[in-house]
């Protein structure tokens, strides 16, 4: 193996050679999808091999300048396969939601959509925020895309603290982005009145499961984590028909 690398890269043109081929060779195989690839990316290492065998026989500028061929190499590679991989994620349909039922015996809420133009803050309906609320009640928003959703919430008295989202698929009771929701819907809250007070969202957030066009029923759960170190608990609870976002 030693010698075979020592006549292939005993030159400055060589080396040079054997990487663009690599990379050509690269280029086809994604191209036809030839199961040939990983025998490619194992030949390519041998310029890492190449590498320490010309730092032995101390001849540092050609060990160099081969080091930035294979790093050059595997970067290339590197992004080969994340836009690949995007394409892969575009083109597969997410069939998380195709056989899950609505179930038609249980009170399920659409979300009311968003007004848009201004600011986004102001692109909730009047109608809904500006009602009057007598009692504990939660109002889910479509965002500008499936699957984006914002959020109002409103409480009589209560401690500070922090409310947040977690969501469930009703029929399976399965958690929905459960390790991103809680701190993309999170709020901080305080209300030392007895009059019903209104907090809201100003931004989205989102769920992933499922895809545009393949609605499914959502239990949302409004949970509350008091400043004063008291025990997280549950404050309300609505059923949604909502939708994944499209990735």
Known sequence: ?????????????????????????????????????????????????????????????????????????????????????????QDTPDTWADHLTIPKNIQIDNPVDMEFGGRLEDMKPDSITNRVVTKTEFQLYNSFQPGLYEYDFWVGKIESGKIYLKAFEITHNEALSDDRLARSSSLYIYNPTDSIMKFGTSDHFTIYEGDWGKPYAGRFEVWFKPDNGKKERKLFSKNYKIEGWMR
Request: include cysteine; hydrophobic fraction near 60%; charge should be positive.
């Open 1 to 89: 193996m030693i010698k075979y690398l020592s006549f292939f890269f005993n030159s400055w043109s060589k080396p040079i050679l054997f990487w663009i081929t690599s990379i050509v060779l690269l280029i086809l195989c994604y191209v036809f999808e030839n199961p040939i690839f990983e025998n490619i990316c194992f030949i390519i290492f041998g310029l890492l091999i190449s590498v320490f065998f010309q730092l032995s026989k101390k001849e540092w500028l050609k060990s160099i300048v081969t080091a930035f061929l294979f790093g050059g190499t595997v970067f290339f590679l590197f992004i080969i396969y994340l836009v690949t991989a995007f394409f892969i994620e």
